[in-house]
């Protein structure tokens, strides 16, 4: 048994609204770790948490590499995790903070926490609010009436995928649709063209589908607008945009199990009768 090496991580998120939704043991490792390294995009969250940090290191300024030849978002979320790892090596308990929540669509995490693991460090993951929770919230829909599905939208194009009209779709990233570079922060009308094409196999042109965006302060208003699907090419679109497609279909009945959870139901009524006789 090998010893446990000094050095800690802990991957915290920091929720949509600043530290709003910030939960209170997320609050408790960034106040008390011996540093904290952040990749959050508001500017007053990264300054909140610099005032109550011991030790900070903004991670933002890596966006940059994608501006050098031959690099791309792949190798910024590499040198992010290594910066993160440079700290835990060093012997710090370090809190890595994250918008949102720290384990969806946010790969330094899970980089970071599976090499400090494969080096003998104690690391885990805590929950955050993430845009999901608050689409759940703002459009006031429940996952588990009608089911959903999600995918992000380069994935879901250049991938042969199936889709159940009779669930809701959520198609993350629209903004950055169709980017094979890696060094885009957004989409074209053409890119959008092509997806839509790909989505119109399964739903109609005229179906109604939402361009949802979390508010990420207090005053600031959720976005949510509704569009027909064969609108989506020419729609004004942001990085945090994300398309919610509600189904189109409804549900239809599988007979078969229907049938045989029935004809369970029917033996174990017969069951209860002949012990009840006895």
Not at 38 to 47: E, G, L, N
Not at 158 to 177: K, N, T
Not at 214 to 219: G, L, Q, R
């Amino acid at each position: 048994m090998t010893n446990q090496k000094v050095g800690q991580l802990v991957c915290v998120g920091t929720g949509m609204r600043m530290a709003g939704q910030l939960t209170p043991l997320a609050k408790s490792y960034i106040e008390s770790f011996d540093i904290v390294i952040a990749a959050v995009p508001h500017i007053f969250t990264r300054r909140w948490l610099q005032g109550i940090a011991k030790e900070y290191i903004c991670l933002n300024d890596h966006y940059e590499d994608t501006k050098i030849e031959g690099k791309n978002r792949r190798d910024t979320y590499r040198r992010m995790a290594d910066t993160i790892l440079k700290e835990v090596r060093a012997g710090k308990r370090v809190c890595a903070a994250f918008y949102g929540h720290p384990g969806i669509f946010a790969c330094i995490s899970h980089m970071a926490i599976t090499d400090a693991r494969k080096e003998g460090y104690v690391a885990h993951m805590e929950p955050g609010i993430s845009a999901l929770d608050c689409l759940v919230a703002d459009l006031g829909i429940d996952p588990g009436s009608r089911g959903m599905q999600s995918m992000e939208a380069t994935q879901f194009m250049i991938y042969e995928r199936v889709i159940d009209p009779s669930a809701m779709f959520i198609v993350w990233q629209i903004g950055l649709a169709g980017d094979l570079t890696l060094k885009r922060y957004d989409t074209e009308p053409a890119h959008l063209q092509i997806i839509t094409d790909k989505l119109a196999l399964t739903y109609s042109l005229d179906h109604e589908v939402i361009l949802y965006e979390a508010a990420t302060n207090p005053i600031e208003q959720n976005r949510i607008e509704k569009i027909r699907l064969g609108d989506l090419p020419k729609a004004n679109l942001k990085q945090i945009t994300t398309l919610v497609i509600p189904a189109e279909h409804a549900l239809k009945v599988d007979q078969k199990v229907m049938d045989q959870l029935k004809a369970l139901e029917l033996a174990r009524a017969a069951a209860n009768e002949v012990t009840e006789a006895a």
